[in-house]
């Protein structure tokens, strides 16, 4: 049998342009969303970023830790555990693990015998913006996460969507950058009419800009109820821009309204995500001189303001994404028919962030 010689890089680099984008990887040198911060207290939550299963939980000072979720000692989940002094404690055995992986304790550990040395991966984690950013990477990060400067600014009203659908993350991505499937959300009265007008891409990131109208005008405070009033809503032509930053998804529907999509990608064919949308009160200009307990106030009791709204889109995209999955499952061959080439640049996106680890 003659020998596999080792491929050259280009035609590597040719392997991963021709994959199939269903079942390519992630980069992990980017801060992925694992956890509202809301969800991780003093009792560890176990989440999963791409296979891997990583234990939650806050110390004493409320500083957050991520660890592998896996006692080295029989190899049970540590997230069935509980958090003793700082250390995060084996439900089975109550082998006891310190925030940098190392086991510091172990209640039957006779006199002479030492700790064992075995170590668990340690994962660098913070909380910043109302969530648990993780940095998957090997490396130490040296990116930023992304960052949502609106969810502490008084001036936006948040409400949030948990986005679990069983499909690659690059369908949810395709949906959320191809704004024609408005047709799908027509009931909602999200947007209406899009039309793709330019692209911008590099390295980094996909900017489509679109046209479409809008249902809403968000130019007094009481326009706010048109998110709970659909008679109060009027169409009007408004700039609509969608961006692929890998890995997250960020997008303005005018001056009124900023939705994030924070990607948790959990398999090849799972994806956790959480949308927050974002409505401005920037142009109702008398807001700005009253007091910030006041404006906390108004930001605080609008909280949620277009839940059925974000809820109802979701239930859509999801029904329809998790159908492409299954039937990509059915048949990987079967050809799509595209005409939005937004998606053709999103897919060399994707493409080249795991292209770069080679
Ligand atoms: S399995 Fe964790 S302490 Fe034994
Ligand atoms: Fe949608």
Same mark, same amino acid.
């Given at each position: 049998m003659p020998q596999r010689m080792p491929e050259p890089m280009s035609s590597l680099s040719s392997t991963v342009q021709n994959r199939d984008v269903r079942q390519l990887g992630i980069n992990p040198n980017h801060w992925y969303v694992?956890?509202?911060?809301?969800?991780?207290?003093h009792q560890p939550v176990g989440v999963t970023l791409w296979q891997q299963a990583i234990a939650l939980y806050r110390d004493r000072t409320g500083k957050v830790h991520a660890l592998e979720d896996r006692c080295p000692h029989r190899q049970v989940k540590l997230s069935h555990g509980q958090v003793m002094v700082d250390e995060l404690e084996c439900a089975y055995h109550g082998w006891r693990f310190n925030s940098a992986g190392?086991?510091?304790?172990?209640?039957?550990?006779?006199?002479n015998q030492k700790l064992p040395s075995c170590k668990i991966r340690r994962y660098p984690v913070k909380e910043q913006d109302g969530f648990i950013w993780l940095f998957p990477g @090997?490396? *130490?990060?040296?990116v930023e996460p992304l960052g949502?400067? @609106?969810? *502490?600014?008084?001036?936006y009203i948040a409400t949030v969507s948990i986005i679990n659908c069983q499909a690659h993350y690059s369908y949810l991505i395709e949906n959320l950058m191809?704004?024609?499937?408005?047709h799908l959300h027509q009931d909602l009265q999200a947007w209406a009419e899009a039309s793709l007008q330019d692209i911008d891409e590099d390295i980094h990131r996909i900017d489509a800009h679109y046209t479409a109208q809008s249902f809403y005008k968000i130019d007094k405070i009481w326009s706010i109820s048109q998110l709970f009033f659909p008679a109060l809503r009027r169409l009007h032509p408004e700039p609509l821009d969608v961006s692929y930053v890998y890995p997250h998804w960020v997008s303005t529907l005018g001056k009124d309204f900023k939705i994030y999509c924070l990607l948790c990608p959990v398999s090849e064919t799972q994806t956790k995500a959480y949308l927050i949308h974002f409505t401005s009160l920037?142009?109702?200009?008398?807001?700005?001189?009253?007091?910030i307990w006041f404006r906390r106030f108004v930001k605080d009791s609008l909280f949620g303001a277009a839940q059925k709204l974000l809820d109802g889109l979701v239930i859509q995209d999801v029904k329809m994404i998790e159908e492409e999955q299954q039937a990509y499952l059915q048949n990987p061959a079967r050809r799509s028919y595209e005409l939005n080439r937004a998606l053709v640049s999103v897919q060399r996106l994707m493409r080249s962030q795991v292209e770069r680890l080679k």
């Open positions: 694992v956890a509202r911060s809301s969800e991780i207290t190392e086991c510091a304790a172990v209640p039957y550990l006779a006199a @090997e490396r *130490e990060p040296s949502l400067p @609106e969810w *502490e600014h008084l001036n191809d704004m024609y499937h408005g920037n142009s109702f200009w008398r807001l700005h001189k009253l007091p």
